[in-house]
Every structure is written in structure tokens, then in C-alpha cells.
């Protein structure tokens, strides 16, 4: 399925002013996707997907952080290295640009709202800055996950190929992820 990229209001937090054709788009698999500029040398973008699980189901596996290697395919490295109200997450990635291959490695404190949503920020890593949330929504009979990330790589790359790379790259992300949670059900 293809990436469906709207330019109308696309929900970045809690509510979320869908139109039917929106609605019926998602639930056929499509991907919605909006980026947006956010430093000279950064992207922001947040996509939404429906995923035919729970939404309980859904939250337990997208908690457990070592299983992101399986839904990121850049993510070669996921560890909770601390529990607790605030977790500290490490996470390391492998990401072709151009001619060269970037080694990413970040440090995140992540802070959950029990089956609603995950916030994502910053501690320490190869970023200038970034912060991402994922939120789920319960949709039919299944879960509307949104994902935002914002973020300006330490590697001097003008924003707008960010934004492209995360316009094509995001959706075959999400994808990936429904796959692997949709797995075995």
C-alpha cells in the first residue's frame, strides 16, 4: 500500500478532526502522513496508521523497547537501561545517506501515560535535539497509533532532505511495525 500525504489539518495531539475519507483510508491500511520544517537543518513529522488489535494489545508490545529492532528497520539496538516513572532507553541505528553510512547512537528518557501515550525526549546522542511521541486511540475495533518525531541530526544535512527522507521512510516504518504487531494474531 502507498503512503497517502495530506496537506489539510493532520492531528499532532489529542484530537483528531477526521473526515470519513480520512477515516476510511486509514482503515484500509493507508498511512497518513504530514512533515513540516522544523530547524534549518531538522524535520518534523507525524504519521497515523490503524492497527487491528486492541488497544491493550497494542501498548504492551510497543512498550516492550528491545522489540523495536523488529518494528525499525535502522534500529539495530533498543535496551531499557532504566525502570521507573522516567526509563532512560538506548537505542543505536545504521542509516545510509548519500554516500556515506551514519552511526546513530541516542539516550532518551521516555515517559509513559499508561495505554495513551509515550513521550520521548533527548538526554544525550548523535542529535542537536529530538523528541518524539507515539499516542493510541481506540478506533473500531482496533487502534489509531500516531507517531511524531522531531529532530536536527549532528550531520550537517539541509532540512528538506530530512523531511523527504522521513516522508518516505516513515511509512514503510509504520508499516514494518503493523506487520510485526499484527504477527501471530
Not at 525526549?121 to 478506533?139: Q, R, S, V, Y
Not at 487502534?143 to 550537517?156: D, F, H, K, R
Amino acid at each position: 500500500m502507498s503512503a497517502f500525504f495530506i496537506s489539510d489539518s493532520v492531528p499532532t495531539g489529542s484530537d483528531i478532526p477526521w473526515n470519513q475519507d480520512k477515516q476510511r483510508l486509514l482503515m484500509q491500511g493507508e498511512i497518513l502522513v504530514e512533515t513540516r520544517s522544523h530547524t534549518a537543518w531538522g524535520g518534523a513529522v507525524t504519521a497515523w496508521m490503524y492497527v487491528p488489535l486492541v488497544r491493550s494489545h497494542v501498548w504492551q508490545q510497543i512498550t516492550d523497547y528491545p522489540r523495536w529492532v523488529q518494528y525499525f528497520p535502522d534500529v539495530t539496538k533498543s535496551e531499557v537501561l532504566q525502570r521507573g516513572e522516567v526509563k532512560r532507553l538506548y537505542q543505536a541505528a545504521q542509516k545510509a545517506f548519500f554516500f556515506f553510512t551514519a552511526q546513530v547512537e541516542i539516550y532518551l528518557n521516555v515517559v509513559e501515560e499508561l495505554g495513551q501515550q509515550i513521550q520521548f525526549k533527548l538526554e544525550k546522542g548523535n542529535f542537536h535535539d529530538f523528541t518524539a511521541k507515539l499516542e493510541l486511540k481506540d478506533c473500531d475495533n482496533g487502534t489509531l497509533l500516531g507517531y511524531t518525531v522531531q529532530a536536527t541530526p549532528t550531520i550537517p544535512i539541509p532540512s528538506i532532505f530530512i523531511q523527504q527522507a522521513m516522508n518516505f521512510e516513515l511509512p514503510a516504518n509504520m508499516r514494518k511495525m503493523r506487520q510485526v504487531l499484527c504477527k501471530g494474531q
